[in-house]
């Protein structure tokens, strides 16, 4: 990790890793700290991956010392951070816990079962005089080695007014220590059922917990594999050619405008446009295609993505942060930062639990104190340490951002980018799905089919006419009708006067000539009769082909037919759409018939047909005045608004188009089966979170009465303090578990 100068300025997002974070109180204590610093407009902390995403114009190193001032340790991060050094601190950590769970045990349990068996001394014993002072000393020392992290994150809090997990295990494990060496000094005048120390249930807790808190750690770094996976992409080196010679140098090295060369087996170290060789490259990683891809001159190359059997020369056009992969990256981060409306439950009650835990402690020991059968005190102390110990934040605070952060993954690792996480929780409702059919439900590379030419023009001059009208226009049927006349060695004339008409067609000036080219909206809005056009462009339209009318000063030249095929893949989505209840919508600037061609053939059965761009977004928004919550999936630049509009936006493009400002999903492919997929992995995911948030507080409502003695007066049961910390070790690992078995969901099955 690198860290930023203090003096340095930035009104970009910057990215902290926080150390000694355990529950939701401290994300609070985290988020407060650094909101309160000058020039935060933003602050986003992510308990699941314990990192802090702020956003403003601050000094970085005003974040870190704020984080530092709240008791909490921060790093800054910058840039893609080597994944293995990331593993190695987190192994480090792992086997740490485990060390300190071992001492603890090892200690704790020979103690427990030497009491049990009765092969301990009494402690007002002679033997006992000289022996349990050693036993209270072997003690502190072992709460000092494993549970010095809880001691002193505890003190911070406190420090700062606030309470947190550590809190409770601090109060619960130093309390018994307390009241087993009260126990010691006070023996004589103690009753006779109140001499009991405690120090091997101290001890054992911290053992389970610790362990607890080891395997929770494991399980969690699990949930960042995606992550790490495609920062592993990313090579540490790349071979650049300057002045005639090739050189390997490091990947921060590269410029824009560098040339680089890429053989075989090798990853592509930024992005970049192909300018000499040929080869197939593998982008599985990061659109979700198996398929590889094929490269020649001219062709877009993405860093992270795998050369295979050719070698080419590439000029590198965006480095860095800008690259794609280093945006999915970003997005996937963000995406697992972010709320979604579900998480305010949690974070509610996250902000009252401790306090209202050692409240409920505090009753408890009254309770038992004044009402309890001798000893009194012993009871008293007993439940009132185990309330504290079995109680557990941090199930709260890992219940919904644990899950969401394996979903962002495993979407991420299926070419389904999720920038945020409010379009989870709104895909389990979604009633309507819009869908644009050019390049959506079709594939947006059409083909001129037929050329019907009129009077003395012959099908090269109309080809010709439409081409040069066509050369300045960024539609998507330009592009066919440029393809076409180039096959046919037509000469491209130049076109002068020219003027797009949105969802009609275009007009300008070619030799002269006044060229009109469009559909038959154009052509009455003109005012240029096609009457005895009528039937062929029926024809034509009703076999799913785009008849566009061409004329020539006031008089229609001809027909020149387009046709967009339909996607392999198109109806097994909109199948499994309707199967899971989903009304699917589309929409087209086309005309009608044309559009229920398409439509029939893939079975949709609801289009408007003849939409302009700009009445994209009325038709999404009419839909959810009726009550629909709509999902709209576009390519992102057409349907920018209707994207925008909609509950959940859908960008529908390739790897590189990961910054597509309106969609809320990417899919960094072109297969519609993605958007049914992301819509299960959505519904699984909230489902999950559910299930975590459910287990929480059953298990918090639960088990904090049944620590506080109330089953004592009708079954004679009082839970021991050790099982109370097993059992709150294990719950946090139970969620992580659960929340990980969205790692291996099978999208592509029926859902």
């Known amino acids: 990790m690198t860290t930023i100068a203090s003096s340095e300025q930035t009104s970009e997002e910057v990215r902290l890793s926080i150390l000694g974070m355990r529950c939701a109180g401290c994300v609070s204590a985290v988020e407060n700290a650094l909101a309160e610093v000058k020039g935060v407009s933003a602050v986003t902390v992510n308990f699941a991956d314990h990192s802090a995403i702020v956003k403003g114009s ?110 409770l295990i601090a109060l619960g494990t130093g309390s018994a220590w307390f009241y087993s060496c009260i126990v010691l000094d006070y023996y004589e005048i103690l009753p006779p059922l109140s001499r009991h120390a405690y120090f091997e249930a101290a001890v054992i807790i911290l053992a389970f917990i610790n362990l607890g808190t080891a395997l929770e750690t494991r399980a969690r770094r699990k949930t960042s ?44 170290p930024v992005d970049g446009i192909v300018i000499d060789g040929h080869s197939l490259v593998d982008e599985s990683m990061l659109t979700g295609e198996p398929l ?47 709320k979604p409306p579900i998480a305010r439950l949690a974070d509610r009650i996250s902000a009252i639990f401790v306090p209202a835990v050692v409240a409920i402690s505090v009753l408890t020991f009254l309770i038992w104190y004044i009402w309890g059968p001798d000893p009194s005190i012993g009871y008293a102390f007993v439940t009132s340490m185990t309330v504290l110990v079995i109680a557990c934040p941090c199930v709260l605070g890992l219940a919904m951002p644990i899950s969401l952060m394996v979903a962002v993954g495993r979407a991420a690792k299926s070419g389904i980018l999720i920038r945020n996480g409010e379009a989870v929780q709104l895909a389990e409702k979604i009633s309507c799905v819009v869908l644009d059919k050019t390049g959506t439900v079709t594939e947006g590379k059409p083909q001129v089919t037929g050329v019907h030419a009129s009077g003395q023009f012959s099908e090269e001059q109309l080809l010709q006419l439409a081409a040069s009208i066509e050369s300045g226009s960024e539609h998507p049927l330009a592009s066919a009708i440029i393809n076409a006349a180039s096959e046919k060695n037509l000469e491209i004339k130049k076109a002068t006067r020219f003027k797009a008409i949105s969802g009609l067609g275009i007009k300008a000036e070619v030799d002269g000539e006044q060229v009109v080219f469009g559909n038959a909206a154009l052509m009455d809005l003109e005012g240029i009769k096609y009457g005895r056009y009528v039937k062929k462009l029926q024809q034509l339209s ?41 009304r699917v919508n589309m929409l087209t600037g086309d005309n009608k018939i044309t559009a229920n061609a398409v439509a029939q053939q893939v079975g949709i059965p609801e289009v408007r047909a003849e939409v302009l761009p700009q009445d994209k977004a009325k038709v999404v928004k009419d839909l959810q005045v009726k009550g629909e919550v709509v999902a709209m999936v576009g390519d992102g630049i057409n349907d920018a608004p209707a994207l925008a509009q909609a509950d959940i936006g859908l960008a529908i493009g390739t790897g590189t188009d990961v910054a597509i400002e309106s969609a809320d999903i990417v899919i960094m492919q072109g297969s519609l089966l993605k958007v049914p997929e992301a819509i299960a992995l959505s519904k699984a995911t909230l489902k999950n979170i559910k299930q975590n948030l459910f287990g929480a507080l059953i298990y918090n409502t639960l088990s904090i009465p049944i620590a506080a003695g109330v089953l004592y007066p009708f079954l004679g049961i009082l839970l021991n303090p050790m099982i109370a910390g097993a059992a709150m070790a294990m719950s946090s690992f139970t969620v992580v578990t659960n929340a990980n078995r969205l790692r291996w969901m099978k999208l592509d099955e029926e859902q």
């Open 292 to 338: 590889p891809v094929e490269k020649t001159k001219g062709s877009k190359v993405v860093a992270g993505t795998i050369n295979q059997k050719g070698t080419f020369i590439f000029e590198a056009n965006r480095i860095g942060r800008d690259t794609a992969l280093a945006q999915i990256i970003q997005s996937v981060r963000l995406a697992q930062s972010s």
């Open 225 to 268: 594999s995606a992550i790490r996976e495609l920062i592993g992409l990313q090579p540490r080196t790349a071979r650049v050619i300057r002045d005639g010679k090739e050189m390997d140098i490091p990947i921060e090295e590269v410029g824009l405008g560098e040339t680089l060369r890429v053989r075989p087996g090798e990853k592509i």
């Open 58 to 167: 601050v000094d970085p190193e005003d974040l870190k010392n704020a984080v530092n001032s709240a008791g909490y340790e921060a790093a800054i991060m910058e840039g893609l951070e080597d994944p293995e050094d990331e593993e190695q601190r987190e192994q480090e950590r792992y086997y740490s816990l485990l060390k300190k769970a071992a001492v603890a045990a090892a200690f704790g349990v020979p103690l427990m079962l030497a009491g049990h068996l009765g092969w301990l001394p009494e402690i007002g014993s002679e033997t006992g005089r000289w022996f349990w002072p050693q036993i209270a000393l072997i003690t502190l020392g072992i709460l000092v080695y494993s549970g010095w992290h809880f001691y002193s994150g505890a003190y911070q809090s406190l420090r700062h007014g606030q309470a947190n997990m550590d809190t």
């Open 542 to 582: 009703e076999s799913g082909k785009t008849p566009m009318l061409l004329a020539v000063d006031g008089k229609i030249a001809g027909i020149i037919a387009v046709s967009d095929p339909v996607k392999k893949d198109s109806t097994e989505a909109i199948r499994k759409l309707k199967k899971q209840g989903i």
